[in-house]
């Protein structure tokens, strides 16, 4: 059933994809990374049991072993990686809505 939910979630969410290789939308990410790792983090633990092994083991790579995000806001390149390695949904789920509010205001 979770995993069901998860294949719903990111139909949905990717008809909104967010380009995380964009300066806006990776400042965004940038500015507002603590509210983007309280949505994620919880999330990461998951992983294992939504994606693929190879799926998985590319997020885990990316986080270093670890199932949270860095603490400190990271640089564009790593956000670039992360698009890259992290399938657009779940990228889309962690923080879609928290940059879509600072691209409306501007920022």
């Not at 964009?22 to 994620?40: L, P, Q």
């Not at 633990?45 to 986080?63: F, N, T, V, Y």
């Not at 657009?88 to 809505?97: A, H």
Request: with cysteine; net charge neutral.
């Amino acid at each position: 059933m979770f995993k069901r939910w998860i294949v719903i979630a990111a139909a949905v969410v990717s008809v909104c994809a967010l380009d995380f290789h964009s300066e806006k939308t990776a400042n965004c990410a940038i500015s507002h990374w603590a509210e983007i790792r309280s949505v994620a983090d919880p999330k990461l633990s998951m992983m294992d049991s939504i994606l693929p092994k190879e799926g998985a083991q590319r997020i885990k790579d990316l986080l270093g072993g670890e199932n949270h995000l860095p603490v400190n806001p990271p640089s564009r390149e790593w956000l670039a990686r992360a698009s890259d390695s992290i399938p657009e949904p779940i990228m889309n789920m962690f923080g879609r809505d928290i940059i879509n509010k600072c691209l409306k205001d501007g920022h």
